[in-house]
């Protein structure tokens, strides 16, 4: 069956419209459903000078693969008009507006993955809504409780225990029943929908040294150690905690389907440093497959056509993939 992908934008201003359209200049591996304004996007191709050619989306149609300057669109009507590079605060609602739609059709198994571009996180804060991210913001219209973030490269699958927190807050955070919940769905993820039957993963610690026997940190001790070992007794294919500072190099990355980091930046420095526009940021928990860049709205490149597509590119393919 050829997949349907739901394709969100992100931030009207940024390069997620550049980025479609370019991405759509070729032959694309599932017929690919974007939910949009098509005014922005008919603009943004007009100063790109690239053809696009936006067709209604019929749920009851038959499946084809598009590209080749054609995309099927479900029409979101902008707050206000859009420049590129110019934040409006109004069309907030209308970034929101595309998600929920995208959801939907997700939901309702019309569309098999859902594959995102790029938001302004603080912008949507600035116009009242509460919004921590694409992760956050769709568990919640799942009604899931526990959803976890990951990144997909050509070699192994990157979790994150915690996201986005400050620094001095993770210690607080890491509780035993987050870790046990964050390896848990890693696992089923590597198994559900990158076909690891029994997948082998790799635990950082959280303090230098993995704690260094308790002299640098208690966290590996009292709690990544037991919880470890809890799920080791049930079957579990896994190895730590690890020193983080090593964990990543090209003898350890060796027989690893997954690394599980406990903070931000102690999984994401590493990881853009060796795979930096290989990266395929997935959402796991979710009742169906979500897949993003992994990167930002990049304000100053919009609308000058030197926005690079590539990412965009690696989410669809791995959505048109793995889906389920």
Known sequence: MIPRLALTLGEPAGIGPDICLALAQSALPAEVVVIASPDLLKERAQLLGLDIELYPF???APRMKNGH??????PVSLQETCHPGTLKVANAAYVLETLTTAYQLCIKKICDALVTGPIHKALINQSGFAFSGHTEFLAQLAGVKDVLMTFHTPEFLMGLVTTHYALSAVPQQLTAQRLERAITLL???LKKFFQKENPIIRICGLNPHAGENGHLGSEEQTIISPVIKT???QGFNLQGPVPADT??????????????AMYHDQGLAPLKALFFNDIVNVTLGLPFLRTSVDHGTALSLAGTGQANPASLTHAL???ARFYV
């Open 187 to 189: 696992h089923a993820g």
């Open 58 to 60: 019929e749920a009851n």
């Open 247 to 260: 964990a990543f190099t090209p003898e350890n990355r060796k027989s690893v389907d997954g690394i599980l």
């Open 231 to 233: 799920l080791q007794a």
């Open 317 to 319: 393919n791995l959505a």
């Open 69 to 74: 300057g054609r995309l099927a669109i479900v």
